[in-house]
């Protein structure tokens, strides 16, 4: 089966610009994640969707941050305006209750200039 | 807030020795356990997962459970230089939708 899709790969962006990035899902998976992973630290969710509704974004900054999934599949993040602390790795993951773990696409990495 | 805390390594081990990575975490309702690896500038790939108390071994890899010190470790045997990678321990508080904390990970080096 096709993994997880992600795009752009790569990004840089100068600080106070907006960014977006899409995912798509395994296909048949429910659930689809935003992990945002700074260098040096673990993965930290930013929101999770089940189908097209939100579990949980409570660690998702608000004021900058949005995500939307619409349709229950694929699904976009967006940044506005950017931080210099918001350069990351943006991992998208998804997941199925049949499944043993959640798989993870490969992943955008933000530079924020 | 729900914790995952990771030796902080780094991680240094001979080809062919033993390497043991540890975890501990802070949510008691935690119900399942992963580790997964990641290659530098790669993404996180699932290598153990465990659920009960004891030990669970697959291949080199063995993880072990114990849910009365929130304590979970993942020895490696026989360690390669491919081995070198940083290692994620994940708590999963959300039963069968995944809901995972990751700690910081840990790098290992394993020196031919």
């Known amino acids: 089966e096709a993994g997880v899709a992600q795009s752009p790969r790569y990004k840089i962006i100068e600080k106070r610009q907006s960014v977006a990035f899409w995912c798509n899902p395994i296909s048949g998976h429910a659930t689809l994640y935003w992990y945002q992973q700074i260098l040096g630290q673990g993965p930290k969710l930013l929101i999770q969707f089940q189908n097209n509704g939100v579990v949980d974004d409570s660690q998702l900054p608000k004021d900058r941050f949005s995500a939307e999934r619409l349709k229950g599949v694929d699904s976009t993040l967006k940044i506005q305006p950017a931080k210099l602390e918001d350069s990351a790795v943006y991992l998208c993951?998804?997941?199925?209750?049949?499944?043993?773990?959640?798989?993870f696409g490969p992943g955008t990495r933000l530079t924020v200039t | 807030q729900k914790e995952v805390e990771q030796n902080s390594g780094p991680l240094s081990v001979p080809e062919g020795a033993i390497a043991s990575l540890n975890c501990t975490y802070s949510d008691r309702g935690s119900q399942s356990f992963f580790w997964y690896r990641q290659y530098s500038g790669k993404s996180p790939e699932l290598i153990m997962s465990i659920y009960s108390n004891g030990d669970k071994e697959d291949g080199r890899f063995t993880a072990q459970l114990n849910k009365a010190s929130q304590y979970v470790s993942l020895l490696i045997r026989d360690s390669q230089p491919s081995d070198s990678a940083t290692y994620l321990c994940a708590v999963n508080s959300g039963g069968s939708n995944y809901k995972l904390t990751f700690g910081k990970g840990t790098l290992l080096t394993v020196n031919p």
């Open positions: 993951a998804s997941s199925s209750t049949t499944g043993t773990s959640i798989d």
